[in-house]
């Protein structure tokens, strides 16, 4: 009964001890001010049982490995401490609603250090009041138009995973933000300050974020059937390659999601039967890693990826297309993936492609659609002069 009770007892004193010390531990209440491309300004109230001499502040993106350090002035403040640091963000590379982590240190008098718990924070571009709309899987913002604009969006958002899921076979995303910027000139600011280089719209896969533009009109609206399945299909590729996502092919990238687009560019067929024409395709080799910069061979580039990620589909099947991208996870190069898969150099795919899909056509083939009907023809034409020989040998 002893050993019980003494037990009991230092159950209790440990119990008593813990809640003393979580009481003793310092409190810090926070709060953060993004200022897009200028700054994030951090402050703090911070309560303690001892003196702070020194406090930290540390942030760091979620698709980075530096994490940046800030000084923090410390002012005493009654029996509180004021904390305020303020990061400088007009010489830093930080995407537009990149992920940030952030948290706090705190140096003591008597030489004992403490962090406070981490949290995330989102870059948002607070230039702009963005509205929301959101289901399970994406949340889409927009700055013009009402409630209808984002309601449009998001079924188009929602309609164009489950098209991909099943066409592609690729898992819906975790959680995916797509923002629609007023005009093209106000995304490229925003992107120029995030130290990327101008583009029509940019999926960021590492921090599941989609930028576009558009004022929703229905000219806005064709375009947006077009750019929102394209990008979320390099989401969606990524979250299943993830790190490996930088090994597919830039053919087979932009090929699949182009072949997504519900309302498909008419640029690209036309750029391709002028490459055609002219003996201009690009080698799709050169396409394996990056996209022409001018504007005319980007769409090419795209056309052709599309037109050849067609091909492949059409005569191998999705099951080869899969297997192709279980090659690129495992670590295979754009050309090492195509032979593994298909047995043949990417070379000789491409010559297969053309000679099929490209051929400019010959005057049989215009004349093979319509050859049955000829035949027909052909054979009635027969059968008429047979009854006009038979006749004129009956009446001779």
């Known amino acids: 009964m002893k050993s019980r009770l003494f037990a009991l007892l230092l159950i209790l004193l440990i119990l008593a001890q813990t809640a003393f010390a979580q009481d003793d531990s310092p409190q810090l209440e926070t709060d953060i001010e993004i200022l897009f491309g200028a700054s994030i300004r951090l402050s703090a109230s911070l309560s303690a049982s001892k003196t702070p001499i020194r ?19 410390l002012t005493p403040d009654a029996n509180r401490y004021s904390l305020e640091a303020s990061l400088d963000m007009r010489a830093k590379t930080i995407s537009p609603f990149e992920r940030i982590v952030t948290w706090w240190q705190i140096d003591f008098e008597d030489g004992d250090s403490w962090e406070s718990p981490a949290q995330e924070i989102r870059y948002e571009d607070t230039r702009f009041p963005w509205q929301k709309r959101a289901d399970d ?20 958002s929602t309609n164009a995973i489950t098209s991909i899921s099943q066409n592609l076979g690729l898992l819906p995303p975790g959680n995916v933000s ?23 719209g940019q999926t960021l896969p590492e921090v599941g974020v989609i930028l576009l533009s558009g004022i929703g009109n229905a000219e806005s609206m064709i375009t947006f059937e077009r750019d929102i399945p394209h990008e979320l299909t390099h989401l ?4 299943k390659l993830q790190e490996a996502y930088s090994l597919l092919p830039a053919w087979l990238n932009e090929g699949l999601a182009t072949l997504q687009e519900t309302q498909p560019n008419p640029a690209y067929r036309f750029e391709l039967e ?16 990056t996209f022409p910069v001018a504007e005319d061979d980007a769409l090419l580039g795209y056309a052709q990826s599309a037109s050849f990620t067609r091909y492949l589909l059409d005569v191998y099947g999705m099951g080869g297309i899969l297997q192709l991208l279980d090659a690129y996870q495992e670590g295979a190069s754009c050309t090492g993936g195509i032979q593994r898969i298909y047995q043949r150099p990417l070379a000789q795919l491409e ?17 093979l659609p319509i050859l049955p009907w000829g035949l027909l023809l052909l054979f009635v034409l027969i059968l008429v002069l047979i009854g006009l020989v038979a006749r004129r040998h009956r009446s001779g």
């Open 236 to 239: 969606m590729l990524y979250e």
């Open 351 to 367: 010559n297969e492609w053309k000679a099929l899909h490209l051929q400019s056509p010959t005057v049989w083939d215009r004349m």
């Open 55 to 73: 406090a930290t502040v540390f942030l760091r993106p979620t698709s980075q490995f530096d994490t940046h350090v800030v000084g923090v002035d």
């Open 137 to 156: 899987f994406v949340s889409v913002h927009w700055v013009n138009g009402g409630v209808e604009l984002g309601e449009q969006l998001l079924d188009l």
């Open 178 to 200: 797509i923002y629609i910027y007023p005009s093209t000139g106000d995304l490229q600011s925003a992107l120029q300050i995030g130290g990327a280089p101008w583009l029509g």
């Open 274 to 289: 002028q490459a055609v024409k002219g003996n201009g395709l690009l080698t799709m080799e050169s396409l394996c890693t």
